[in-house]
């Protein structure tokens, strides 16, 4: 069809259509589907959304970009594709356009023909209605939501009396559904005629005035009986101002109404108790303070003989000496607020036979709502005035009190109460027990807590529960002062205080003699240190003049006088001859160089014999520094001298059977410095003894030992532990290097002290040799058997799997047989393939197995710190299928990090947790516990580690075998398996330096105990 043709008639009416009307040619992609439609003709009605636009040829979605987005043009590629004729509605929102349109699209030919009308205005219109109408449900949703959950009556009159509208608590009055009650009259509804007549009289008033009606009413629940009824009618108008209908609401009033007479019956009871209460009790009413109700003792406090002289009366009037005290502005204010006021010990000037007289009261004024709602203040007061002044007096005593406590110079304080409060301390205890006013309140163990178990708290106590007066001198206290306790003495005198015949706490008096205490107990003390060092520490005290012309010998053992009086020839008398001139010679130098005389030299004893003392002596100077006297000790050295001699003759003994064996003999010092060394070391090293001790064992130890042998000998020295050692020693007269075994123990004295080593070096350069001979042999044993293991390894891994093709094979032609004779294949035959399949994957397992032994060994693994924890977490997702078909569990924590092959360990647990698994009761879900805890042997450090499960368990009697390879507990068609995991277990284990065990018995699961070594000694295992 040609549309150029009589163009000037087809566009008249073209342009003429209401709607808008769009020829379009699609526009195919490479792939051939429509992708967009080329536009050959719009009419004037399009004009108003595109403008003065040259259209033609364009796209359409080149004109109406949201086309795509809105999927107008989605649809009209469908009807170009399918031939199906679409009318739709669809909003068009752009930049200038915002429009509803209804689109109605014709596949024409090879043409789209698209008319489009505008429903903006009556979608707008739809909308608003929906809008209106969404509006008017939610107000009818809330009105039923209020007046349905509403205790209140809720309901509509038209003007002919019958009910329009009831919510749900009317119709449960009534008993009745809405079908019921709806569009009857009071009579249907049960009221009785009576009743009805009266609210048909209000309708009508409520028509006819346009004014609300309100009333209270008897009638029947239908469940809680007769209620008592509070009702307004207030009219309903129409647009005119027409009332159309009369709407009501009503209030149960049965409990208020019920509240009210009690109410009313309780204030007549109140009134009665304030008449007949024996505490003074007055109501009054309204911020006048008008008297209400009085009783007697309130008439005699306010000095009136009847209650008509005060009833009905302004407080004011009845008591004018009021004005101006706190005490009526107080009930005024609880009148105005409502808030309760209590008041202790308060003054009130009342006057009493003519006088005006304080008197003192405790208050307290409530407010009181009456049942008409209007409110009073009760009054209620005590007369406390005798007691005020009683305490008064006493504060008065007690400030004088406290005034002389504070004013005497004698530190003093006062407890009290069963805590023993601190109630009062004057500055002078404050200064003596190192604290501020801030403990004024505090209980005196609080402050000072270090008394507590001490002599004095239990004098303190003792006063204060028995009421026995402590007095005592000298009295030893540790307390904290100056941030440190110390021994402090006090003269000490408690006494209790009884008030009415009880003990309510006590007062202490303390004065501070530790100064004189602690200076007496010096002198003492240094006294008794002097005769203690007279009798324990030297033989003979003894005093010089100042030339040591004469001695005194003042106390002592006396082994050399004991006469006590002086000696004018004790040079001659006591000093052997051979050694006066060298004690005179020292005598002239001290007193020369006025320094200390310090000799040892030979005596005679007055018993004639021969002795050895050593004496010390110091001179005394005056102010001028001249020698006033010399005070000196002198010890007996006697014994010590004959145990030097013994040692000497021991050690020359010692030295003569030490250079007769054939061991290197030596000994040490404490320090490990050695100071001895025999004959042999000589032989050795061609050096003497007295060379030795000064230059040591280092200069012919062998230098690739010397650091090994000095790090050992010193940590022995250190440690005290026994010395052994392998080392090489250079033997002078061969010029070569020979090993020696070192050993030396420690020598101790009775303290345990080490005061010497004694040691020995045996030459084991035979031995030595013979070993390094056997290491070599073995070194290359153990190669060969390397060899042969590696050969045996690649036999096994070639072996195994040569082995698995024919089982493969096998296995697959079983299937493909399997799958040939499915339709023919009877029971017995079924049975058969499915057994050799059993057979072929238990093959596999096998052939694995053999292969995962073989390879135990084949490798070294790199030695890492493994975390167990991480080790047996992989485990558990490695698992989790079986895990969670079984129903079972892992429980662990906190297990060691260790030394060891990553792989190797992942390997043992993995297995250890699937046999438990594997191994579990039928229908028992099973659990898995790993326990460790850490050992410390000779060998080093090690972890045990318990893996437990509830398993089937085992015989304790096979124990052992379960580690042997190919070793089976169970038959193969009830557990799966190789025997293989176990062993493989074992070798794992035993990798890694340790070992494992089992325990188990039948149902009663198994357990495996496993010890392995905190730290490895090899880089690779």
């Not at 100056?482 to 009880?502: A, C, F, H, M």
């Not at 084949?858 to 129903?887: C, F, H, M, P």
């Amino acid at each position: 069809m040609d549309l150029t043709e009589n163009k000037d008639l087809f566009q008249t009416v073209f342009n003429s259509a209401s709607n808008g009307i769009a020829v379009m040619q699609p526009v195919y992609n490479d792939k051939g589907r429509v992708e967009d439609f080329s536009i050959l003709l719009f009419n004037n009605y399009i004009f108003k959304w595109i403008g003065d636009t040259d259209y033609k040829g364009k796209w359409y979605s080149e004109l109406f970009p949201l086309a795509k987005q809105t999927g107008i043009l989605e649809k009209f590629i469908e009807v170009a594709e399918t031939g199906t004729t679409a009318n739709f509605e669809e909003w068009y929102a752009g930049k200038e356009m915002n429009h509803w349109f209804r689109f109605t699209a014709v596949k024409q030919g090879e043409l789209l023909i698209v008319t489009t009308e505008d429903k903006t205005e009556k979608k707008q219109a739809e909308l608003l209605l929906d809008d209106v109408l969404i509006a008017a449900e939610q107000q009818k949703r809330l009105f039923d939501s209020i007046t349905n959950n509403t205790p209140d009556l809720v309901y509509v009159f038209d003007l002919s009396y019958r009910f329009t509208y009831a919510n749900k608590a009317l119709l449960t009055m009534w008993g009745k559904s809405e079908e019921d009650a709806i569009g009857r009259g009071l009579r249907d509804n049960g009221y009785e005629e009576w009743h009805a007549l009266m609210h048909e009289r209000e309708i009508d008033e409520v028509a006819a005035t346009k004014k609300q009606v309100r009333g209270t009413v008897s009638f029947p629940h239908a469940e809680l009986g007769k209620r008592i009824y509070d009702y307004i009618l207030t009219p309903v108008f129409n647009e005119q101002g027409e009332v159309e209908a009369v709407a009501g609401t009503t209030r149960d009033i049965t409990e208020l109404t019920l509240a009210g007479e009690k109410l009313q019956q309780s204030e007549t009871r109140f009134r009665t108790m304030i008449e007949q209460s024996p505490i003074a009790m007055l109501l009054s009413k309204g911020e006048d303070v008008i008297i209400e109700s009085i009783n007697k003792p309130m008439l005699q406090f306010m000095n009136k003989n009847t209650a008509e002289e005060v009833l009905g009366k302004k407080m004011i009037d009845a008591l004018p000496e009021l004005s101006g005290q706190p005490a009526l502005q107080t009930v005024i204010d609880v009148q105005r607020t409502g808030i309760p006021f209590r008041g202790s010990e308060q003054p009130v000037d009342l006057i009493i036979n003519g006088k005006l007289e304080r008197r003192y009261f405790n208050f307290s004024y409530d407010s009181i709502l009456e049942s008409e709602g209007s409110s009073a203040v009760l009054h209620m007061a005590v007369d406390v005035t005798e007691q005020v002044l009683a305490r008064r007096k006493l504060e008065d005593s007690e400030r004088r009190l406290r005034s002389m406590i504070d004013q005497t110079p004698c530190p003093t304080l006062i407890l009290k109460g069963d805590n023993l409060i601190i109630e009062q301390i004057n500055k002078h205890m404050l200064e003596m027990i190192g604290r501020g006013e801030e403990i004024m309140g505090m209980p005196l163990i609080d402050v000072l807590p270090e008394l507590r178990g001490q002599y004095v708290w239990e004098q303190v106590e003792k006063v204060y529960h028995k009421g026995i007066p402590f007095d005592q001198s000298e009295v030893l206290v540790q307390h904290n002062r100056t941030g440190v306790t110390q021994d402090y003495y006090y003269n000490l005198s408690y006494r209790p205080l009884i008030e009415e015949g009880k003990i309510t706490g006590m007062i202490q008096v303390a004065i501070d003699v530790t100064q004189q205490v602690v200076a007496r107990k010096k002198m003492e003390e240094s006294e008794n240190r002097f005769r203690a060092l007279v009798n324990a520490s030297s033989d003979v005290v003894y005093c010089m003049n100042p030339d040591w012309t004469i001695m005194y010998n003042m106390d002592g053992r006396g082994f050399l006088s004991d006469t006590r009086e002086p000696i004018f020839n004790w040079l001659d008398k006591h000093i052997h001859p051979d050694d006066r001139e060298k004690v005179e010679n020292q005598i002239a130098k001290s007193i020369a160089d006025k320094s200390i005389f310090e000799l040892e030299y030979r005596i005679l004893n007055e018993n004639g014999t021969l002795g050895w003392t050593f004496s010390r002596a110091i001179p005394i100077l005056d102010h001028q520094n001249n020698i006033l006297e010399w005070f000196g000790a002198a010890s007996d050295t006697t014994s010590q001298k004959e145990i030097e001699q013994i040692i000497k003759q021991s050690e020359e003994k010692f030295r003569q059977l030490a250079d007769l064996v054939p061991q290197i003999i030596w000994t040490s010092r404490a320090d490990g410095h050695l100071d001895y060394y025999n004959k042999r070391w000589q032989e050795l090293t061609g050096v003497n003894e007295k060379e030795a001790v000064a230059i040591g064992w280092a200069p012919f130890t062998h230098p690739d030992d010397l650091k090994r042998a000095t790090d050992t000998w010193y940590g022995c020295v250190k440690s005290g532990e026994l010395f052994q050692l392998e080392f090489r020693i250079k033997n002078i007269r061969t010029g070569e290097y020979q090993w020696f075994l070192g050993k030396a123990v420690p020598i101790k004295d009775d303290a345990g002290v080490i005061t010497k080593w004694f040691g020995t070096c045996t030459d084991i350069q035979e031995h030595r040799s013979i070993t390094d001979k056997l290491e070599s042999l073995v070194a290359e044993r153990t190669k060969e058997l390397q060899r042969s293991n590696e050969d045996l390894q690649q036999f096994a891994h070639v072996a195994s799997h040569d082995l698995k093709e024919p089982v493969r094979k096998i296995k697959t032609f079983t299937s493909r047989l399997e799958e040939h004779l499915e339709e023919g294949l009877d029971k017995t035959s079924a049975r058969f393939i499915d057994r050799i399949h059993v057979a072929t994957d238990r093959m596999f397992n096998m052939i694995d197995g053999v292969l995962a032994y073989s390879k135990i060994n084949a490798d070294l693994q790199k030695n890492t710190l493994v975390d167990l924890n991480e080790v047996i977490k992989n485990i558990e997702t490695d698992l989790e299928v079986s895990l969670q078909k079984t129903g079972g569990k892992i429980h662990y924590h906190n297990l060691p990090k260790l030394e060891g092959a990553l792989v190797l360990l992942y390997q043992l647990f993995y297995n250890l947790i699937n046999n438990s698994i594997k191994f579990a009761k039928i229908d028992t879900p099973p659990e898995i516990t790993i326990l460790s805890e850490t050992e410390v042997k000779k060998e080093g450090s090690f972890v045990v580690i318990t893996l437990k499960d509830n398993g089937i368990g085992f015989e304790p009697s096979q124990a052992e075998r379960i580690f042997e390879t190919f070793t089976r507990l169970n038959s193969k068609d009830s557990y799966e398996g190789t025997g293989l995991g176990l062993s493989l277990c074992k070798k794992i284990v035993e990798r890694h330096g340790g070992n494992i065990s089992a325990i188990g018995s039948l149902t009663e699961g198994a357990t495996f105990v496993i010890t392995l070594p905190l730290t490895q000694n090899e880089n690779d295992i």
